[in-house]
């Protein structure tokens, strides 16, 4: 739990020296509407709007570990200087190495 806030606290600011770690080199964020990101793009979108960003809060979530993989889900609320939103999320994580890394974020349903 706690790395996955660290995770979004780092794409509030923009840390993208601790994200090109926290995501897999396989990494797929797979988004309400359809579009689906990899890695590369989805740091690139993340780099790009350094600085629109204000917060984004994780709500409900509920954590399960198998051995070298942990899944989440709950609600994340996102704030940008020009909209605000709620999405139900599923996340998948393997720890590779003595280290967490994340390989899906699924954004399942937009909130309202």
Same mark, same amino acid.
């Given at each position: 739990?706690?790395?996955?806030?660290?995770?979004?606290?780092?794409? *509030?600011?923009?840390?993208?020296?601790?994200?090109?770690?926290?995501?897999?080199?396989?990494?797929?964020?797979?988004?309400?509407? !359809?579009?689906?990101?990899?890695?590369?793009?989805?740091?690139?979108?993340?780099?790009?709007?350094?600085?629109?960003?204000?917060?984004?809060?994780?709500?409900?979530?509920? *954590?399960?570990?198998?051995?070298?993989? !942990?899944?989440?889900? !709950?609600?994340?609320?996102?704030?940008?200087?020009?909209?605000?939103?709620?999405?139900? &999320? *599923?996340?998948? &994580?393997?720890?590779?190495?003595?280290?967490?890394?994340?390989?899906?974020?699924?954004? *399942?349903?937009?909130?309202?």
């Amino acid at each position: 739990m706690a790395f996955e806030k660290q995770i979004d606290d780092a794409v *509030v600011t923009a840390d993208m020296d601790f994200l090109q770690r926290a995501y897999a080199d396989d990494f797929r964020f797979k988004h309400s509407a !359809g579009h689906v990101d990899d890695k590369a793009s989805w740091l690139k979108d993340v780099e790009k709007s350094k600085g629109s960003m204000l917060s984004r809060t994780l709500e409900d979530v509920e *954590v399960e570990i198998h051995d070298n993989i !942990g899944i989440t889900n !709950g609600i994340l609320t996102v704030k940008r200087k020009d909209k605000s939103y709620k999405i139900q &999320y *599923v996340r998948v &994580y393997v720890k590779k190495d003595d280290q967490w890394q994340m390989i899906m974020h699924r954004s *399942v349903q937009t909130l309202k």
